[in-house]
């Protein structure tokens, strides 16, 4: 297992926004079947991190590398991306009038898997995914986060994602501004999605999530880099402690 | 007398905008007096009103003075004599057949009517369709009371030029209380160049009627210059339902200065669809009247624009009386070099208390050198009414942009979903499923060859 190449891989990562640093040396890595979580305060770079995995134009990425199956897909653009397996669910995701969440979806999944779904044959795929997952069928017809409440966007990133079925997927905050009640339906929609051949890099601010989802690793970004990784238990002493004194800890350990 | 004195001109060979040549026109209709009479207040309403130039506030943006209206013809026949849909032209067809049951269909090809159908059933139910140069005659009790008076002459120099020179021409009548289920289009359609046209709809829906009706205006794009300068009529009257779609297609040779008044009476409900895409240079005025009370007005539209296309749309939300309600969006893109201006008034006249009127327009730039204006005017002489507008022109969201790719689409698929769902939320709420997979279906192919900048 130590000798494995693992399939995904950050390798001290340095982003800037508007020629500001926003990450200033990431290093993560993550093999297939892991589940990674990334823990921050706010302002502390992690959807900067996911937006730049993702590809998004603003950030640029100055130096280091992130290299997926073995390939370096810096320079590789969003829908590339996805085309590899990679999914971001997104910390703020948008709406998109005029399309419906089926005819998104389906979209997505052609451009993604490359293959043609008739509409009859992806109609049947959402509507099982959206079974599981304990979202009404109604939602198919409606334009995509239109209108939905945020934790109804919430459900419908989890949505995209069982039905992209992802390599790898990034959560970025996928619990915010969620219910104690919807955080568990959501926490157990991704567990529930969870599979040996799959990775996921989950991104969040409390640990309440962690309970569902279970992490194998949990990583503590601070200013740009990951200060400090362990187990669950990091996570549950986060809980414990809080960031202000967790981050004391971490800051003098790390100078 | 004078008729004699006169050298005869064919009607095929009328040119120049004189007073003969509009009589001749309607002395070959062998029109009833009184439609003489409106032809001749028309003429001297456009005698006296000057043309309108680039100082002029409503046209200062449409420079129109490529129209070489003197070198026009000013009637052109049809040319093809149809008994039913299946004899017109393919050309045409692929323009009227939408996939939709028309109960009804009339076709005016260039100055003449070549078709008029109607179901046997909207007949029985006393429905009329008709050609109005004939409907003038047949049912003048229901044509003279609002021929030329809902658009009349004092609209401006083109309403009064049309008023002048209309031809061919579209009559359709709904009795009281009578719901047509089956729509109604009338198609007006242009095949030659170098050609005036001057079409003309009527529709009136009686009290408590309830009608959908299609107009579509199409051609081939041709070399020279045509010109088409159209007035529609409608009225609703005492809750009477109408849903009316303006397709507007003419091919790219196209230059038209038209008119649409629509007035509806106490407690009408009127939906309007606007899909304009044609033409070479187009400006329009789109007016609902709100002559009564408890009127609820719905209207949705859009324009699309590409190469050197100059489209410009006027609307008015004019309360009248109290209790009405009216809500209007309209939504346009604009490719290339073309340029758009939309201006959308809200007049809520003295005493009409309790207005509700809402007004929007947002433009999408698909091109950093296409221009369009967005101009909102609200005169409100009242203190008790709700009045709201918004406008907003930007080009594609660079984040929905990303969030679209980051499903998998490419820039350019990624950016094509957002203007078409874009165009969506205004086609959606079209009436007929075809007409609406025919509009979804023009989007796409304004969009081809579109290529999102950067
Ligand atoms: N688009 C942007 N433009 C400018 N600054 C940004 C942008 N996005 C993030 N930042 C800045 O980068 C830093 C990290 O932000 P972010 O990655 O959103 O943190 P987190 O997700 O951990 O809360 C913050 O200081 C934020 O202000
Ligand atoms: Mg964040």
């Not at chain 1, 709406?95 to 993604?112: C, D, H, Q």
């Not at chain 2, 009371?145 to 009548?173: E, M, N, Q, W």
Request: aromatic fraction near 8%; charged fraction near 25%.
């Amino acid at each position: 297992m130590a000798t494995e190449q693992p399939f995904f891989l950050i390798d001290d990562l340095h982003v800037e926004i508007e020629e500001n640093e926003i990450l200033r040396g990431v290093d993560l890595s993550v093999k297939r079947g892991e589940i990674h979580a990334i823990m921050g305060p706010n302002g502390s770079g992690k959807s900067t991190l996911a937006h730049t995995l993702m590809g998004h134009p603003s950030y640029e990425a100055t130096a280091g590398q992130v290299l997926f199956n073995g390939e370096d897909i810096l320079e590789r653009d969003p829908n590339d991306r996805a085309k590899l397996g990679i999914f971001l669910a997104f910390q703020y995701p948008l709406a998109i009038p005029g399309v419906s969440t089926l005819n998104f979806l389906r979209t997505s999944l052609k451009a993604v898997k490359q293959e043609e779904i008739s509409a009859r044959q992806f109609r049947k795929h959402l509507l099982e995914k959206m079974d599981l997952l304990k979202i009404s069928r109604e939602f198919a017809g409606r334009y995509l986060n239109d209108g939905f409440s945020g934790g109804e966007k919430k459900r419908m990133e989890i949505l995209q994602m069982a039905v992209l079925e992802p390599e790898l997927a990034v959560l970025d905050e996928i619990d915010s501004g969620l219910d104690i009640d919807a955080i568990r339906a959501v926490g157990e929609g991704i567990s529930s999605l969870m599979h040996p051949e799959m990775s996921i890099v989950i991104i969040t601010h409390y640990p309440r999530i962690l309970h569902y989802v279970r992490p194998d690793y949990v990583h503590i970004m601070v200013d740009g880099k990951i200060r400090q990784s362990g187990g669950f238990e990091l996570a549950e002493e986060l809980e414990a402690k809080g960031y202000d004194v967790l981050l004391k800890e971490v800051m003098q350990t790390s100078s | 007398m004078s008729q004699s004195s006169v050298e005869q001109v064919p009607l095929t060979a009328l040119q120049g905008i004189t007073a003969d040549a509009w009589q001749e026109i309607s002395r070959a209709c062998e029109e009833p007096d009184w439609v003489r009479d409106l032809r001749q207040k028309a003429w001297e309403a456009y005698v006296e009103t000057p043309l309108p130039t680039l100082r002029d506030e409503d046209w200062r943006r449409t420079d129109y003075r490529e129209l070489q209206l003197e070198d026009l013809l000013l009637y052109m026949p049809a040319g093809i004599e149809a008994a039913c849909e299946a004899d017109l032209p393919e050309s045409l067809r692929s323009h009227s057949e939408t996939g939709d049951d028309w109960g009804g269909m009339v076709v005016q090809v260039n100055s003449e009517i070549a078709l008029t159908r109607l179901d046997e059933t909207l007949q029985a139910q006393g429905v009329i369709l008709a050609p109005l140069a004939q409907a003038v005659h047949t049912h003048p009790e229901l044509v003279q009371p609002h021929l030329g008076r809902i658009v009349t002459p004092d609209d401006g120099k083109f309403p009064a030029l049309h008023g002048a020179f209309f031809s061919g021409g579209i009559f359709c009548y709904v009795p009281p209380d009578t719901t047509v289920e089956l729509p109604i289009q009338a198609l007006v359609w242009m095949n030659a160049e170098n050609i005036a046209v001057f079409p003309h709809v009527l529709l009136v829906a009686d009290r408590g009627s309830q009608v959908t009706f299609v107009e579509r205006y199409a051609s081939p794009t041709l070399e020279a210059q045509s010109f088409s300068c159209p007035a529609t009529e409608v009225v609703a009257k005492d809750g009477a339902q109408v849903r009316h779609v303006t397709i507007q297609d003419w091919g790219r040779h196209v230059i038209e200065l038209g008119f649409q008044r629509l007035r509806v009476d106490n407690d009408g409900h009127l939906l309007t669809i606007l899909a304009a895409t044609g033409g070479k240079l187009v400006k329009n005025y789109v007016d609902n009247s709100f002559a009564g009370s408890g009127v609820e007005a719905f209207h949705r539209g859009f324009f699309f624009t590409d190469g050197t296309q100059h489209m410009d749309y006027k609307t008015m939300q004019d309360h009248l009386a109290p209790y009405s309600t009216s809500d209007l969006l309209i939504k346009g893109a604009l490719r290339d070099r073309s340029r758009a201006v939309f201006t959308g008034v809200i007049n809520v006249r003295k005493g009409s208390k309790r207005t509700d009127a809402y007004q929007e327009n947002r433009n999408l730039l698909l091109s950093k050198r296409a221009r369009s204006d967005s101009i909102p005017i609200l005169e409100i002489d009242n203190d008790d009414v709700r009045c709201t507008h918004g406008s907003a022109t930007g080009q594609v969201d660079q984040e929905e942009l990303f969030y679209v790719m980051a499903h998998g689409l490419n820039k350019n698929d990624a950016a094509r979903m957002l203007v078409e769902g874009f165009f969506s939320e205004v086609i959606q709420h079209t009436p007929l499923d075809g007409v609406q997979a025919q509009l979804a279906g023009k989007v796409q192919e304004k969009m081809a060859g579109w290529q999102v900048e950067d």
